[in-house]
């Protein structure tokens, strides 16, 4: 079912020249179109001026860059662990799993704590979302999606519905209601709907509004009682692999990342990118905004993670060591932004002193790669998602 999803996304009857062709999106005026590479190349250079080409405008574009990196190092007069060295180092650090949380029949791909502080919703590659206690470790609710690799779930800030996605392109959001017996594949509400795969979402403040990242290379806002497109964000190059809202209260901007190795910062107003940061070596799978909002880190298949000071504009701290060859899959901040935790391929969660620049503890207990990571709200916990079919929640 996924496979003729994709099949129908990717050939068509182009808008331009109507042949049956392989097509891309194209956008023009806010408005998407679907183009066969032939006419997508003719639009590229339409409005072209008179000896203007397009190796001659990207030449201009590289030159502007470099001469924004310029400016940028002038502000690079020292280093975060230098200012860090009078702080106190952290002591004995000791975490454990609390629970394991055991259900699906696959790889666990995501997961959200509700703002409750004790509910968990996680969706799997078997198709399935559960929503947890992770106080008892009992299951809620679960819901079978049309298709597997469900790559995104989200839990809305009242606690009262999830949203879910993945291979089937869209975004579906459920209603949670006490009624066990209730059947809520039938409350089912499509939201979003992109031209590749769902890779990720999250509810802004409210459960009014949702907001997603694609495979097809764009995030976007959308209206949950209509389903309306309220805003898109066009800037990644290749797909996007995740996002973060601002924790500021009005929440007007968010970050995300790719593979195209860029994290961009968005304003949700104007769906313009306001900062791009093209520091890391290879695909960004997780990015999560410092608690204060000022600063972001980010997690690649690089093997590093990476802190940006949104003031300062520049990279600040690299979390890295020669010994991890592993892509760093998700990261999350504790509650007072001291700490970070790093889920990594090499089957470990690796704690990082977010000042100092070094790694205080590795936490083991997962069977294969963790996937996902998650503190929660209260910051007394913090939950994993694997590979290894399990969640477990870590104090």
Partial sequence: MCDQTFLVNVFGSCDKCFKQRALRPVFKKSQQLSYCSICAEIMATDGLQE?????????????LKGKLE???????????????????????????????????????????????KRRIV?????????????????????????????????????????????????????????????????????????????????????????????????CALWDVESGQLLQSFHGH???????????????????SGGCDKKAMVWDMRSGQCVQAFETHESDINSVRYYPSGDAFASGSDDATCRLYDLRADREVAIY???????????????????????????YTINV???????????????ENRVSTLRVSPDGTAFCSGSWDHTLRVWA
């Fill in 320 to 346: 890295s060591k020669e010994s991890i060859i592993f892509g760093a899959s998700s990261v999350d901040f504790s509650l007072s932004g001291r700490l970070l935790f790093a889920g990594y391929n090499d």
């Fill in 237 to 255: 190059g290749a797909d996007v692999l995740c996002l973060d809202l601002a924790p500021s209260e009005t929440g007007n901007t968010f970050v």
């Fill in 51 to 63: 000896n203007e080409t397009l190796a001659s405008l990207k030449t201009e574009a590289e030159s």
């Fill in 122 to 218: 996680s969706s799997s590659q078997d198709g399935k979302v559960i929503v947890w206690d992770s106080f008892t470790t009992n299951k809620e609710h679960a819901v079978t999606m049309p298709c597997t690799w469900v790559m995104a779930c989200a839990y809305a800030p009242s606690g009262c519905a999830i949203a879910c996605g993945g291979l089937d392109n869209k975004c579906s959001v459920y209603p949670l209601t006490f009624d066990k017996n209730e059947n809520m594949a039938a409350k089912k509400k499509s939201v979003a709907m992109h031209t590749n795969y769902l890779s990720a979402c999250s509810f802004t403040n409210s459960d009014m509004q949702i907001l997603t990242a694609s495979g097809d290379g764009t």
């Fill in 70 to 116: 310029e400016e940028r190092a002038k502000l690079h007069d020292v280093e975060l662990h230098q200012v860090a060295e009078r702080v106190e180092a952290l002591g004995q650090f000791v975490m454990k799993t609390r629970r394991t949380l055991k259900g699906h029949g696959n790889k666990v791909l995501c997961m959200d704590w509700c703002k409750d």
């Fill in 352 to 366: 990082w002193d977010v000042l100092k620049g070094s790694r205080v503890s590795i936490l083991f207990g997962h």
